[in-house]
Nanobody
Framework: QVQLVESGGGLVQPGGSLRLSCAAS????????MGWYRQAPGKQRELVAT???????NYADSVKGRFTISRDNAKNTVYLEMNSLKSEDTAVYYC????????WGQGTQVTVSS
């Protein structure tokens, strides 16, 4: 059974930092491109960042220079380090695993507010 379990979300002030984690099970993790997506209220889900099996990363323009995606294949875990957070980063953040088809986690809420 495939499971992607996100953690690390919460409430943070503007300018603050958070680190999201996504622990995967039931898949050959190292063979999957992993990614983070987010969905704000009333908006469509959008790409935040992806990282390939070879470690190549890609970012949405809105988070470049502030967010860093990384993966630890030994721990079957992908991370999203988020710095200089803004109110517009407020959303539910979803972990994605893709190898042909996509698998999704249940999401973790990130709220940036003073």
């Amino acid at each position: 059974q495939v499971q992607l379990v996100e953690s690390g979300g919460g409430l943070v002030q503007p300018g603050g930092s958070l680190r999201l984690s996504c622990a995967a099970s039931g898949i050959s993790f190292s063979m999957y491109t992993m990614g983070w997506y987010r969905q704000a209220p009333g908006k469509q889900r959008e790409l935040v960042a992806t990282i390939t099996t070879g470690g190549r990363s890609n970012y949405a323009d809105s988070v470049k220079g502030r967010f860093t995606i990384s993966r630890d294949n030994a721990k079957n875990t992908v991370y999203l380090e988020m710095n200089s957070l803004k109110s517009e980063d407020t959303a539910v953040y979803y972990c994605n695993a893709k190898w042909g088809s996509s698998r999704w986690g249940q999401g973790t809420q990130v709220t940036v507010s003073s």
